[in-house]
Structures are given as C-alpha cells and as structure tokens.
C-alpha cells in the first residue's frame, strides 16, 4: 500500500452537514433561516461563510452546535462531527463534545466575559467546568500557554475584562477558545465588533491559534477581504441557501453567482455593509434558489440562478 499521502489525511472529514434545514416557527410566520445546507469541513482546514445580514449563518453555527433555541428548531438533515450523529446525541454526552472538541466563539463574545471576575477565574471555571483537574501551576501553565497564543502578557490574568481593550478582550476569548484543545472551531464574526485595525490583527491571531493546534474552523463573517486572508474555503449564503461554494482563490478569481460577485465587490467598510443588508428575508430572493448546486469545475459549486455562468 502507498504510504499515507498529505492528500489522504486532508480529505478526513471532520464534520459533515446534509440537508440541513433550520425554522423559526412563530405564529404568524415560519422563518426558514437555513435550507437545505450541504458541506463538508475537512481535517485542518478554514471553511469560510459568508453572506448578508439575515441570511443564516449564526443559525446554521447555532444548529450545528445544538445551541439552537426555540423558536428555532432542526426540522431537516445530519450533522455529523467524525462518526458521532451530532442531532442524535444526548445533552450529556453533547455537553463532554462542547469545548473539549468544539470551541464556539459566538458572535458578540467579548461581552460575554464575566465583568466582576478577574480573568485567571474566568479561566479556571472553563477547565473545572468540562471536568479538568490539573495542580494549580500546571493550570496557571496552561493559561500563560494560550494567553501568549493569542499575542497576549500573563500579566493580564488578574485583571478585570473592562480594564482591557475590545481587541484584547476578543483575544481573551479565543485564548478562552484555546484552552481544551478543540478539534473544530465555529467562529462567528468573532472580529465584527472592533475597528479596522484590530479586525485584521485579532483574525490573525485567531487564525494562527488553529493552526498551532490544527483545529478545524468554520469562521463566519461579511467582510470578503478579512475572510480572504485566513480562509481554505469559502461558502456564499443567501436566504438560507448556499449559492456557491469553493476555494477561496478560485472564488475571487472566478466567483460565478452575481450574489458571490456582488459580495466580493462591496467594500469592506463598516458603513457599506451596513447598506449591503438586503431585502432577501423580508422580500422575495432576487434569485431561484431550488435548483441543486451544480459542480461548475472540481469543487466549486454554484446554484443555477437563470442566467448564464459567463454573465
Ligand atoms: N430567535 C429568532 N426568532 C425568530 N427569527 C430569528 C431568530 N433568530 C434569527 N431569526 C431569523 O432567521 C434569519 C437568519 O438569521 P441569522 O441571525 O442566522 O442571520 P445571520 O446571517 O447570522 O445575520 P448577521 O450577519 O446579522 O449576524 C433572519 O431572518 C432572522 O430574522
Ligand atoms: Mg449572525
């Protein structure tokens, strides 16, 4: 037999989604924030999603994660993290996979730091609480270890969130992310909260976190440029639907789906994004969305919208 090739340990499958579609069924409307979602995020590799405000990624990162809350609900498809049926399994056993495998940086999570505990506690009570038990100076270690992972001194662990910058802080939560050691990371717009500057330089941080552990990442954003910079892949939402998908070269050379090229085009600014959230939940899509995707060259995925690929 051939020895093991780099290109057969890429192509292990970390976590597969199939078919997945997520409702948020309230009584007046029935909102179908995921539909029919189909990836596959490989060994040691950064899927990107990126798409509209509203158009479902947080949701999709919530479903996949089993974090969703009603009204949501999986109403379709598989996720499968390895060989575990991730909708399958129970709370207990989900709760063992959450952070020992899985490192979710949820979107808005720096202000989720605890303000009146000093950040070495904060630490502390995310080991003890998924069952670490280490001596003290192998967990003081252990912290020093992923603080300096991120760019960021020692001597920031008895400090206090509000005394630190919203950069730091957002490191302080990818450090946080750190600390076990996960298989897959599901970042959400973990930068979106900072200016310019601090986006580029904490989601390089990030980026060279994963790698110093070879997770696998699905990171979500909407800034293109940012997403261009860390990611392998990259998948496009709209509506709920993947319209295209493929590597993150290929797409800005060759993005085929006039939503992907819009997306590309628009400025990575704060006040253009802002205008770039569109109508697509609250009104018809501009766009079919029911025909499958369709592999236009070896993995790139594009959905057929009526118009020609050359367009
Ligand atoms: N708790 C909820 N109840 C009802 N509808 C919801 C809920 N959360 C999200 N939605 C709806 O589901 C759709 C997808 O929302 P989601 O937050 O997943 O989008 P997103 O792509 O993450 O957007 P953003 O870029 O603003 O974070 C939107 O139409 C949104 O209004
Ligand atoms: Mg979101």
């Given at each position: ?67 969703l ?65 280490m ?36 490191r ?13 990371i ?32 699905l ?9 261009a ?7 496009i939402m ?17 993005a ?19 205008e ?36």
């Amino acid at each position: 037999m051939a020895t093991m090739s780099g290109q057969a340990r890429e192509s292990v499958v970390v976590l597969a989604v199939e078919g997945l579609s997520i409702h948020y069924e309230m009584r007046a409307a029935t909102v179908r924030a995921v539909d029919g979602v189909d990836f596959e995020l490989r060994d040691n590799e950064v899927l990107g999603l990126a798409g509209e405000s509203g158009s479902g990624k947080s949701t999709l990162a919530l479903g996949i994660l089993r974090l969703l809350r009603a009204p949501g609900r999986v109403v379709a498809g598989s996720v499968r993290f390895g060989a575990t049926d991730l909708l399958a399994l129970d709370e207990s056993a989900l709760r063992e996979l959450r952070w020992r495998q899985f490192a979710y940086i949820p979107q808005g999570s720096m202000s989720a730091l605890n303000p009146v505990m000093r950040l070495q506690a904060q630490f502390r009570d995310t080991l003890t609480a998924h069952g670490e038990r280490m001596p003290r100076a192998a967990m003081h270690a252990r912290f020093v270890d992923v603080l300096q992972g991120v760019g960021l001194d020692a001597d920031l662990l008895p400090r206090y969130p509000h005394e630190l910058s919203g950069g730091m802080r957002q490191r302080v939560c990818i450090a946080m992310a750190m600390l076990l050691g996960p298989r897959l990371i599901i970042a959400d717009e973990p930068t979106s909260a900072l200016d310019v500057i601090s986006q580029r330089v904490v989601l390089e941080t990030l980026a060279a976190a994963r790698k110093a552990i070879d997770a696998s990442m699905l990171l979500i954003g909407h800034d293109m440029a940012l997403l261009a910079q860390v990611t392998d892949r990259l998948g496009i939402m709209y509506a709920g639907r993947l319209v295209e998908m493929g590597e993150t070269g290929t797409l800005f050379r060759d993005a085929r789906h006039p939503y992907s090229r819009r997306l590309i085009a628009s400025v990575p600014d704060v006040r253009a994004r802002r205008e770039f959230q569109s109508e697509a939940m609250d009104s018809e899509p501009q766009w079919p969305l029911d025909e499958p995707l369709q592999e236009v060259a070896a993995g790139h995925f594009v959905r057929p919208w009526g118009g020609g690929y050359d367009s």
